[in-house]
């Protein structure tokens, strides 16, 4: 399934700047995700957002804003990162309801580089 | 907490090899099980799924069952091709809300 967007695909930034990255899905679902994938360590679940409300927050440094305008757009607000912070930053979405699996789905992602 | 164990890799087999990769987890009640595969420079794609005891996820020649009993969910393959070279990761989502829980993933080496 391709129903989930990332833009950019690659993104090469300073410490000091501020970027965003963007996620769309089009498949009607009501939850988004962040997650890190870093090289050897298991996938880190970064924000949820279920409704457009963020459900969970993992301890992640406040460097890295989340912003859900509706329930189809996703981003993640980037600023004065750290080189530890490059990584493969991935969204996904799922539909969650009492009734149905839940399922993610992810985007292809956006790997990060911070120089 | 809930939690995902998956076997160490990376594994390396030949093409037409039988591939098992194990995965153990840990949860309260009836998780769904899944089973993710991300080909290089790529997101995660659902390669297959189970939702109670006994149920067999199965796509592209791959296999798993739900096994309550041992609290298992391996993946199989009977004969692996080349392009089954990737990284799989088992997860689970937990009875209640929306959380998946994953584990660190086993890199695949198919070799011709």
């Known amino acids: 399934e391709t129903g989930v967007t990332q833009t950019p695909r690659h993104l090469v930034m300073g410490m000091t700047n501020k970027k965003s990255l963007k996620c769309e899905q089009h498949l009607g679902h009501n939850a988004m995700y962040w997650y890190k994938q870093s090289a050897k360590k298991p996938l880190e679940l970064m924000f949820v957002?279920?409704?457009?409300?963020?459900?969970e927050n993992n301890s992640v440094p406040s460097r890295f804003s989340p912003e859900c305008p509706n329930s189809s757009h996703l981003f993640l607000h980037l600023h004065t990162l750290q080189p530890e912070d490059s990584a493969l930053y991935l969204c996904a979405s799922s539909q969650v309801s009492d009734s149905l699996t839940p399922k993610l789905i992810f985007g292809q992602g956006t790997r990060l580089t911070v120089v | 907490g809930d939690s995902v164990t998956q076997m160490e890799g990376p594994v390396t087999l030949s093409e037409e090899a039988f591939l098992t990769i194990n995965c153990t987890y840990t949860a309260t009640g009836y998780p769904s099980l899944f089973w993710y595969v991300q080909y290089p420079g790529e997101g995660l794609q659902l390669l297959l799924k189970?939702?109670?005891?006994?149920d067999k996820g199965s796509n592209k020649g791959f296999e798993a069952t739900y096994r309550k009993e041992t609290t298992s969910f391996h993946l199989e393959k009977g004969s692996v091709q080349v392009s089954d070279s990737a990284v799989y990761f088992c997860?689970?989502?937990?009875?209640?809300?929306?959380?998946?829980?994953f584990g660190t993933g086993t890199s695949l080496t198919v070799i011709p």
């Open positions: 957002y279920n409704f457009k409300e963020q459900t």
């Open positions: 189970a939702t109670k005891a006994d």
């Open positions: 997860a689970l989502s937990p009875v209640w809300g929306n959380q998946f829980y």
